[in-house]
């Protein structure tokens, strides 16, 4: 099976950066989009960013200008720098792989291999 390892979350002062590393194992992830989805408590999974193979990229718009997603095909497959953070980016970030090959789809359905997460705290 895949496995997918978020890691780079902590607790930052609004304002601060933090850089979210996606790793994963167990297959190649070569023509499929990659995501980044964010859970606040009480509050569903939804998508912060995400990049195609070819990095063709998709930002919700609360993150536009503030965040950058990006992959090395060599390496590991994902990354999110997220800076300028405010206490609304607060949440459990996930990493998944989108299902189908092609353009980004934002919503969890279409995305498996979902990681553990890693807590992004944003304090005012």
């Known amino acids: 099976q895949v496995q997918v390892v978020e890691s780079g979350g902590g607790l930052v002062q609004a304002g601060g950066s933090l850089r979210l590393s996606c790793a994963a194992s167990g297959r190649t992830f070569s023509n499929y989009a990659m995501g980044w989805f964010r859970q606040a408590p009480g509050k569903e999974r939804g998508i912060v960013a995400a990049i195609t193979w070819t990095k063709n990229t998709y930002y919700t718009h609360s993150v536009k200008g503030r965040f950058t997603i990006s992959r090395d095909n060599s390496k590991n497959p994902v990354n999110l720098q997220m800076n300028s953070l405010k206490p609304e980016d607060t949440g459990v970030y996930y990493c998944?792989?989108?299902?189908?090959?092609?353009?980004?789809?934002?919503?969890?359905?279409?995305?498996?291999?979902w990681g553990q997460g890693t807590q992004v705290t944003v304090s005012s």
């Open positions: 998944a792989v989108q299902r189908f090959k092609g353009a980004i789809l934002v919503d969890t359905q279409y995305y498996e291999n």
